[in-house]
């Protein structure tokens, strides 16, 4: 170990960027187009594909297609939408920026994934949309969240930013994320730490042809270059001209463009996502094995209909016991930092930051289960650039933990 604590600490993700997907943005950079070119369409065609989605929508980012996702299910002033407190800020925040209130049930305390029975009760007739995130890559018991709020009248918004490339098995088939009907729309993240890269992006799936068409157009100002209304002029020859440069604007949206030169990116790292995927699977195996005998780790858990098999992991978080190792969690990332290796704590529960308690009067106690995980989360490195040795060198550093307990 001594000689691997001298090397810079291994971070908890990073992206994996091959020759390939330079050439692929050099290429890019040497094209007609940077903003809104061909790339965009080609690559949310071969995204779509392969998730098995209808329609795909790239984004500048998954926190901008969570935005827009509300603004699709019509999410405003006087509505509210539940999502889980385990998650990144987004999840939640898409919501208020309509005006609309965020609202957190528990979670689960084996899959750290919403809970249903928590979500019934959180339920309202003002509940508009769910927005359920597939924590760590592990998705979320769809079917059943979708049999719970669909028929209630809520649009089903399934933030999958850490689940690209995953799957469960239901009704005696596989179903890959945004390709299973228990999801009015899904997110998807493309931020470096996840499982494929554009630098920051996201995208939109559906199989709503009108959702798809409108989020195009919220992503671009809210500009139609299409169907149009006209300019209330109707007796004015010149006013109503309409040739190649004209466009409407019909209702206020966004800058939320992504560029040739991402989806360049994506395009590249899309060929890789399987093998990212399973290499992903690999390392975390190797840590379950290695941690299986360690009394004051809990290993994470995988609940039906997700399972081991199709989950493309994300985070590699374990819930440790400080109290049993006689150490504070800063103590032991520092340890651990000495050891070569850099942790994350995955997630400060989102009712619990400030804007949220002081906008809401949401406090301690509200989603007593979500709090508990957060006391005792840590995340390992996870992601598919780690060699063997880098693996080896985590779990050392871990083990090197247990034997100053024991
Ligand atoms: C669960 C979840 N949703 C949404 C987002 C937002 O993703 P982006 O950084 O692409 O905006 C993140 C990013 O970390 C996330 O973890």
Redesign the pocket.
């Known amino acids: 170990m001594l000689e691997t604590a001298a090397q810079a600490p291994l971070p908890y993700g990073r992206q994996s960027v091959s020759e390939e997907d330079i050439q692929a943005v050099v290429a890019a950079l040497r094209s007609d187009w940077l903003t809104c070119g061909p790339a965009v369409e080609e690559f949310e065609i071969r995204f779509a594909a392969a998730v098995g989605a209808r329609y795909a929508v790239a984004m500048n980012?998954?926190?901008?297609a969570?935005h827009v996702a509300m603004l699709l299910a019509r999410v405003g002033r006087g509505d509210r939408v539940i999502t889980t407190p385990n998650?990144?800020l987004?999840?939640a925040n898409c919501a208020a920026l309509t005006g609309a209130t965020p609202d957190f049930a528990d979670i689960d305390p084996e899959s750290h994934n919403l809970s249903l029975p928590a979500l019934e009760m959180a339920w309202g007739p003002d509940v508009k949309a769910v927005v359920a995130?597939d924590y760590a890559g592990q998705p979320c018991d769809m079917p059943s969240l979708y049999h719970l709020a669909h028929p209630r009248g809520a649009v089903v918004v399934e933030?999958a930013?850490?689940a690209v490339g995953g799957g469960f098995e239901y009704g005696g088939r596989l179903w890959s994320l945004g390709g299973h009907p228990w999801a009015d729309m899904t997110?998807f993240?493309?931020?470096p730490v996840k499982t494929m890269t554009t630098g920051?992006?996201?995208m939109l799936v559906t199989e709503n042809a009108a959702w798809a068409e409108r989020a195009r157009r919220l992503r671009a100002h809210g500009v139609e270059r299409k169907i149009f209304v006209g300019l209330g002029a109707e007796n004015d020859p010149a006013l109503c001209e309409r040739g190649p440069w004209y466009h409407e604007m019909q209702e206020l949206g966004h800058n939320f463009r992504i560029t040739d030169i991402q989806c360049a990116l994506g395009l590249s790292q899309l060929t890789r996502l399987a093998a990212f995927v399973e290499r992903r699977r690999t390392i975390v195996a190797r840590y379950n094995d290695a941690f299986a005998g360690i009394q004051w780790i809990k290993r994470p858990a995988v609940s039906p209909p997700a399972s081991a098999k199709h989950t493309a992991w994300h985070l590699y978080t374990m819930q440790i016991d400080f109290g049993a190792l006689g150490k504070t969690r800063t103590q032991v990332m520092d340890e651990l930092r000495r050891g070569g290796v850099n942790t994350q704590v995955l997630y400060i529960p989102v009712h619990l930051q400030p804007w949220y308690r002081i906008t809401y009067g949401y406090g301690h106690g509200k989603c007593p289960v979500a709090e508990a995980f957060y006391k005792h989360a840590l995340s390992l490195p996870l992601y598919p650039a780690m060699s063997d040795a880098d693996v080896d060198r985590v779990i050392g550093a871990v083990y090197k933990l247990a034997e100053r307990c024991q």
Do not use: I, K, P, R
């Not at 980012?61 to 901008?64: D, G, L, R």
């Open positions: 980012s998954a926190t901008s969570l998650t990144f987004a999840s995130v933030d930013a850490h997110v993240s493309f931020h920051e992006g996201g």
